[in-house]
């Protein structure tokens, strides 16, 4: 087989493929065989019709058509894999020359493909590459912010008569009127004001209410379907009530946790909120490794891949290509096409590998982000074909916490951070490939099966590396 390359853009390339005749021999009998088994001919047995007399029947032509039907996909994966080029998209095939179908036997099957492929481009040097975080403060105001929080738990709510406030809470009657015609309604709803997370002007118009009054306000609808659209709409606060907290004492202390003195849990929270801090240091390198990549490599976006990438996120909303809401969103989704061609290139520079419990364990977390029993999510994502799709996301987080190995993150303050907690080490990486091959000996392996592989060389980290990678 020979092939050739001919670029047609950054990110799109056209092979053209001459296959001799007599690389196409095998999968000729292979054809010959299946259409043999397939007719009856007077004679003859089934599955043993001489090739003269099914080229009599059905015609040489037929047979070549099968023969290259069938083969067509392994001689464009073995050409694309000699390109040394990585395709994102199905290709589009065009077979421009048939082995003879009449005369003699002989000649050649030509073939082109275009496909769209990975763009190719340089990552840059990391080792000198200096990131900036902020330094971990605990300051006492953040201390009292996490006792309020639990001191929330444990508190109760109350009805009053004042008017709302920041920080009630309300069960709320809401109405939507479009040209006078009512299109939306709920009722029974409980909200606390200030949390923002509903109607724009919701607060504004509750703050002042008391029970059984009601305000009118124009806004946009967040969902539904006059979503997007302007609206009056009349909310009712049936019920106004105050979170009472209880007093931050001792005996507060020992109702919710297990110290017996308010200092001491005082304390606990202060090395909790550290802890989280520290952790956001991790998501912030990560980010900034992220931002610094992208600054440093320059490429073109496949178009195709974008606009696929539209389609299904308006197919997701239920909404037509057409649909105005695809310019809105392109430039994102050509951001995150850009990260996902970005982050696969990194994860093939440092081997990045994604070991079975890595993914068993993405699966799950996946699926309680659902709300859905982790087996049946299992079942409808192998279904789906997205197990792939899957590994590859866990590999581009694992790629940029590994690559954090390879810079320096300070503080604000100038003082280098130990990120090796979330990104694990070589020395630990090593360690677990030591305990690996002590555990599976030669005997356990072929008396156990190969029904699980070995982690690669960069997985030790796993546990920890993803929580920093693709936390958000």
């Known amino acids: 087989m020979k092939s050739t390359v001919e670029s047609l853009d950054p990110a799109r390339i056209k092979l053209t493929v001459e296959v001799p005749y007599e690389e196409l021999q095998p999968s000729l009998e292979a054809a010959y065989k299946e259409i043999g088994s397939q007719i009856q001919v007077p004679g003859f047995r089934r599955g043993h019709v001489p090739n003269r007399i099914i080229d009599q029947r059905v015609g040489r032509g037929v047979v070549i058509q099968e023969a290259v039907n069938n083969q067509l996909p392994e001689l464009y994966r073995e050409a694309i894999t000699e390109s040394g080029r990585v395709p994102l998209d199905q290709p589009e095939l065009e077979v421009t020359e048939l082995p003879n179908v009449t005369g003699a036997q002989g000649g050649q099957l030509v073939f082109d493909a275009e496909v769209t492929v990975r763009p190719e481009f340089d990552l840059p040097d990391l080792s000198a590459v200096e990131l900036t ?38 069960t709320i009657d809401l109405t939507a009127v479009i040209d006078g015609e009512e299109v939306d309604s709920a009722s029974g709803i409980s909200y606390e004001i200030g949390k ?39 909310v009712t606060a049936t019920a106004v009530k105050q979170r009472d907290l209880p007093e931050a004492d001792d005996a507060f202390a020992q109702e919710a946790s297990e110290f017996d003195t308010i200092e001491e849990l005082r304390e606990d929270l202060r090395t909790q909120v550290a802890a989280r801090k520290t952790g956001d240091q991790a998501v912030a390198a990560r980010d900034a490794l992220l931002e610094h990549l992208r600054s440093q490599v320059d490429f073109e976006v496949p178009e195709s891949l974008v606009a696929r990438e539209i389609k299904q996120h308006l197919s997701a909303e239920g909404k037509n290509e057409d649909d105005p809401h695809a310019e809105e969103i392109r430039e994102e989704v050509a951001t995150g096409v850009r990260d996902q061609i970005l982050l696969d290139v990194l994860a093939e520079s440092l081997e990045v590998g994604v070991g079975q419990d890595e993914l068993f364990d993405f699966l799950i977390q996946t699926a309680q982000q659902y709300g859905m029993e982790p087996g049946q999510f299992m079942q409808g994502a192998q279904r789906a074909g997205q197990i792939p799709a899957f590994v590859s996301e866990i590999a581009r987080n694992k790629s940029l916490a590994l690559a954090l190995r390879q810079v320096t993150v300070k503080d604000s303050a100038g003082e280098e951070v130990d990120l090796t907690e979330f990104i694990g080490s070589e020395e ?13 000996s030669p005997v356990d392996a072929d008396a156990e099966g190969s029904g699980s592989s070995p ?10 590396a993803p929580s920093a990678a693709s936390a958000e």
């Open 133 to 170: 975080v902020d330094a971990v403060e605990v300051a006492d105001e953040d201390v009292e912010s996490e006792l309020d929080s639990l001191r929330a738990r444990f508190g109760s709510l109350k009805p009053v008569k004042r008017k709302a406030k920041t920080g009630d809470f309300v």
């Open 196 to 234: 923002g997370n509903m109607l724009k002007g919701l607060d504004t118009a509750l703050r002042g209410l008391k029970a059984e009054e009601s305000a009118t306000f124009t806004t946009t609808l967040a969902g539904g379907e006059h979503e997007g659209e302007e609206a009056e709409v009349t």
């Open 428 to 440: 630990a990486d090593a360690e677990a490939r030591a305990a690996e091959e002590q555990v599976t």
């Open 455 to 464: 982690s690669s060389a960069s997985s030790a980290s796993a546990d920890s």
